[in-house]
C-alpha cells in the first residue's frame, strides 16, 4: 500500500518524507487555507521535497476555467496530480488531461457509481472519502470494498483506490486487507500506525536490563 499524506504543512512533509516511508502528498483548498502559504510556489516547494505524486486541486467548478487551472498546475512539475471534483467538468477535464498523459486524482468520490466514471476517464487516482461517510453514519469502508472489487473486474481500469478522508489506523488498516492501492492520511494519523503499548512497554523494559549488564555496543 502507498502511504500519501494530506497535508500542505512543509514541515509535516518533510519530516514525514525523511522516514523514507512517504510515497506520496494530497492537498486540497482547505488544507491550503490552513498552511497559510501562496498556493502555487507551495506546490512547487513540496515537489521539490517529494519525489512521488503531490496533488494539487483546481479551485474552479466550470469546465473552461477548470481547463486553464488545470495547464498552470500542470506545468509545475511532472509529478503533479491534478485533483478535480468528481463532477461531469471535472471529469471531462480529467479524460483531457489523462489522454495528455496527466495524473488526475478524481475527488470527492462517495459511491461506486461515481468510482466506475473516474475510472473510465482515465483517471490515476480516484479518492473516496471514508471518514467523511462514517460521519453521516453511512459505512465508509464498505465503499472502498466495493470500488476495489468492481476495478479488480476490469483489467483495462488502471485507476488506483487512494482512500482519503481517513481519521484512524482501522481505516487504514482494512482498507490494506481490502486490496486499496493508496492511503492518504492527516500526520496524526500516520503517527498512530507506530504505536502499540507492548512496544512502549516492551522497549521499556529491555532498555532497563541492557543498563544492567553493563555493556555497551559501541
Ligand atoms: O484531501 C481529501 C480528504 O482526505 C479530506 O479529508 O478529513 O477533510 O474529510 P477530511
Request: glycine share 6%; with cysteine.
Amino acid at each position: 500500500m502507498k502511504f500519501f499524506v494530506d497535508t500542505a504543512d512543509i514541515d509535516d512533509i518533510k519530516d514525514l518524507a525523511a522516514t523514507g516511508l512517504l510515497d506520496g502528498v494530497t492537498t486540497n483548498p482547505s488544507l491550503v487555507k490552513k498552511a497559510g502559504k501562496d498556493f502555487i510556489p507551495l506546490i512547487k516547494e513540496i515537489c521539490d521535497v517529494v519525489s512521488g505524486p503531490v496533488s494539487a486541486e483546481v479551485a474552479a467548478t466550470d469546465y473552461e476555467t477548470m481547463r486553464k487551472e488545470a495547464e498552470v498546475l500542470r506545468k509545475i512539475a511532472d509529478h503533479v496530480a491534478v485533483k478535480v471534483p468528481l463532477t461531469p467538468d471535472g471529469l471531462k477535464v480529467c479524460k483531457e488531461l489523462s489522454d495528455d498523459g496527466t495524473m488526475v486524482n478524481v475527488t470527492l468520490c462517495f459511491s461506486p457509481s461515481q468510482a466506475i466514471l473516474a475510472a473510465k476517464a482515465g483517471a490515476a487516482f480516484v479518492s473516496p472519502f471514508v471518514g467523511r461517510l462514517d460521519d453521516i453514519s453511512s459505512d465508509g469502508l464498505s465503499l472502498i470494498s466495493d470500488i476495489v472489487r468492481i476495478y479488480e473486474n476490469y483489467d483495462y481500469f488502471d485507476t488506483e483506490v487512494l482512500v482519503a478522508s481517513v481519521r484512524n489506523p482501522l481505516h487504514i488498516v482494512e482498507s490494506a486487507k481490502m486490496g486499496a492501492h493508496v492511503m492518504t492520511a492527516p500526520p496524526s494519523v500516520i503517527a498512530q500506525l507506530y504505536k502499540h503499548p507492548l512496544t512502549t512497554s516492551g522497549l521499556a523494559a529491555f532498555v532497563e536490563d541492557w543498563k544492567k549488564t553493563g555493556q555497551s555496543i559501541l
